[in-house]
């Protein structure tokens, strides 16, 4: 199995601020994302020898560990690239293409999903993720929660906003709603129409 690695950011960690500071991007990403790749990859070596071995019920019980840290790894790879620069072109909010027409047919409005997606990522017990996903079936953007670490699998992720505490705990403290207002000036924007243009194929 090949290794995992911690995907670089596509920016400085200061280039969140005021929205998402410097302290936190930097533990974020070098402490928290390093010990899901790491962690990953221990458990993936673990099971090919469990496999190996034609251990099955060791091999079972690695499965949490997988699921965790692998989730994590997929979650935070998503969450960084659906993250741009204060101010930048792509944390502009749409006014026009595709994006912009599929979110004011399935929610009315920018500002309506924002509120739908910040009180449903709020209201998560403990940790987790708040998620706009394209569902496939009925071809409809939909606001989704996950708990823990867990990845977005019944629907094609489109913007992920992380509610674990190490997210915004050391700027925002207990005060969810305020990360998750600040959050929306950070959004990639070109990158949610370019998964959602993808997902559409």
Not at 35 to 64: C, F, H, M, R, W
Not at 76 to 81: C, G, T, V
């Amino acid at each position: 199995m090949g290794k995992h690695s911690l995907p670089s950011l596509p920016y400085a960690y200061n280039a969140l601020e005021p929205s998402i500071s410097e302290e936190i991007m930097t533990l974020h990403h070098t402490k928290h994302h390093q010990t899901y790749v790491t962690n990953l990859n221990a458990a993936e070596e673990q099971l090919e020898k469990l496999t190996s071995a034609g251990d099955v019920k060791g091999a079972i019980g690695l499965q949490p560990a997988l699921k965790f840290n692998g989730g994590g790894h997929i979650n935070h790879s998503l969450f960084w690239k659906n993250l741009a620069p204060h101010g930048s072109h792509e944390a502009k909010a749409p006014s026009s293409g595709p994006l912009f027409e599929q979110i004011n047919k399935d929610f009315g409005s920018l500002d309506a999903l924002q509120k739908e997606m910040n009180t449903k990522t709020a209201a998560v017990q403990g940790s987790g993720w708040g998620w706009l996903g394209y569902n496939k079936s009925n071809q409809t953007l939909e606001v989704i929660t996950t708990a823990n670490q867990d990845p977005l699998l019944s629907h094609v992720p489109i913007i992920g906003i992380d509610i674990w505490e190490h997210a915004f705990y050391l700027q925002y403290k207990n005060v969810k709603p305020d990360y998750l207002k600040a959050i929306w000036d950070v959004v990639n924007y070109k990158e949610a129409e370019a998964r959602l243009v993808a997902a559409k194929k």
